[in-house]
């Protein structure tokens, strides 16, 4: 068994706006950075194998910020498969200018099933972003032996839509998304028997000011 732990990126500039990111590349705030150093802190006492990051900056940042304050002496990789969803028209706007500028478009994308808007929004599909998440995930473990631990920072979006492809609908419910810097533990089988949720979206690590509110913009 290996343990893969997937953390959300600190807080971005376009987080604290409300901007829907996408594959944008937007920075961590400055808040985003106190909580990767939370983030790393609480993961200081632990042996980490490798640490993974999608290669957006408010995830690699993370990424740096973490493994510095977990003592990891190592490379932080980047990997192209842990990236955002694309969002289509919906990225670089905030839900309030996507009704402003086109209202009957607001209104047909809230009647839509979830993965039916994306199409509509000319977006990733889950299915899309599974396969490559999926696929980046494999070829992690598949680098490191029985026993490691390995640290993977990435968005909430794909994180979602993994999570909740493989650990059922009740997992993040609704429109969701892990909270920022948050924590998810999971169990892997290297034979491929399965996986295991430890621990989901913890914020435990992070103090009262630090601690985002349930976040559905990816």
Do not use: C
Request: avoid cysteine; charged fraction near 25%.
């Amino acid at each position: 068994m290996q343990e893969i732990i997937l953390i959300r990126h600190g807080q971005s500039t376009a987080n604290a706006s409300g901007v829907w990111q996408g594959q944008l590349d937007y920075p961590l705030s400055e808040e985003g950075r106190r909580q990767a150093r939370y983030a790393g802190l609480a993961l200081s006492t632990e042996t980490l194998d490798a640490f993974y990051s999608s290669p957006l900056s408010r995830a690699s940042e993370t990424a740096r910020i973490v493994a510095r304050e977990a003592n990891f002496a190592g490379e932080v990789k980047p990997v192209e498969g842990l990236t955002e969803r694309h969002g289509g028209i919906l990225q670089g706007q905030t839900w309030e200018q996507q009704e402003a500028r086109n209202p009957e478009f607001a209104r047909e994308f809230l009647a839509l099933p979830e993965e039916e808007r994306w199409t509509m929004a000319g977006a990733e599909t889950d299915e899309d972003i599974l396969e490559r998440f999926e696929h980046a995930l494999s070829e992690i473990t598949a680098r490191h032996p029985d026993g490691a631990r390995i640290v993977a920072v990435s968005h909430g979006g794909v994180m979602r839509a993994f999570l909740r492809d493989r650990f059922g609908p009740k997992v993040l419910p609704g429109t969701t998304r892990a909270a920022n810097a948050s924590i998810t533990r999971i169990e892997w089988s290297t034979d491929g028997a399965g996986l295991r949720l430890l621990e989901l979206a913890s914020t435990q690590h992070l103090p009262e000011g630090l601690k985002p509110g349930v976040s559905n913009v990816e």
